[in-house]
């Protein structure tokens, strides 16, 4: 089965230490994205890649870092430079991500980052 | 800026009833898309229905229904006969061409009664 998938669904990290999340995808697809949600707000956009070896920042990108080094794999490292990194973290993928015309955007489960 | 309000922080709706959700936006771009994405307890986002902002006709998709008013900037989404497994959080999103990328609303909290 195609899909979307992020490791692992729940993390704890002490206040301090950098974290990786996981995402993966077997879709084919060139896009990627890593959104946090926090509570009483919608999903906000950390970081996207529309291609390999190539990634943009989004609106809250402070704290954060990517990387793209292969087309399936899109890890997001939360570092302690992040104020505030508990939250719900989304990642996402389309087939294009050019923005010519609009692909529908496939979530993955997600992970609940917690700091203690 | 580009922005999306859900005015509407939580709804309820007895079962096999009709329940509208209202979204806002604001673009100054003529050519967008609008969504409604479902996140039940589990998390998974899922895609309702979508509205190309050039097609003038409202999307259906079985119970699943939009009224798009463009020059109102207004996007709401109908559920009708609503089953007890639509209750989840309500999403309204704007895609715009560039940059490419998604801006949501705060979201609606539906909750269906039996």
């Known amino acids: 089965d195609g899909g979307i998938t992020q490791s692992p669904k729940y993390l704890f990290r002490k206040e301090g230490q950098n974290v990786t999340l996981s995402c993966e995808q077997n879709?084919?697809?060139?896009?990627m994205y890593w959104y946090r949600q926090d509570p009483g707000q919608g999903l906000r956009l950390i970081y996207y890649s529309q291609i390999v070896n190539d990634f943009q920042k989004g609106d809250i990108a402070e704290g954060y870092s990517v990387s793209r080094e292969k087309k399936e794999s899109f890890p997001l490292t939360v570092t302690s430079a992040q104020k505030n990194p508990t939250a719900f973290y989304l990642c996402?993928?389309?087939?294009?991500?050019?923005?010519?015309?609009?692909?529908?955007?496939?979530f993955g489960p997600g992970t609940r980052l917690t700091v203690l | 800026a580009q922005t999306v309000t859900q005015s509407q922080p939580e709804m309820s709706v007895q079962e096999a009833e009709t329940v509208t959700l209202s979204c806002t936006y604001d673009t100054s771009e003529s050519d967008y898309y609008l969504f409604w994405y479902k996140q039940p307890p589990s998390r998974q986002m899922i895609l309702v229905i979508r509205?190309?902002?050039?097609?003038?006709q409202n999307a259906t998709e079985n119970r699943f229904s939009v009224n798009f008013q463009k020059a109102a900037k207004s996007f709401s989404l109908k559920i009708s006969d609503s089953q007890l497994g639509d209750a989840a959080m309500y999403f309204c999103?704007?895609?715009?061409?560039?940059?490419?990328?998604?801006?949501f609303g705060t979201g609606t909290r539906l909750q269906v009664f039996p």
């Open positions: 879709l084919n697809h060139d896009a």
């Open positions: 999103a704007l895609f715009l061409d560039a940059p490419d990328k998604l801006i």
């Open positions: 996402a993928s389309s087939i294009d991500g050019t923005g010519i015309s609009y692909n529908e955007q496939f």
């Open positions: 509205q190309e902002a050039y097609k003038q």
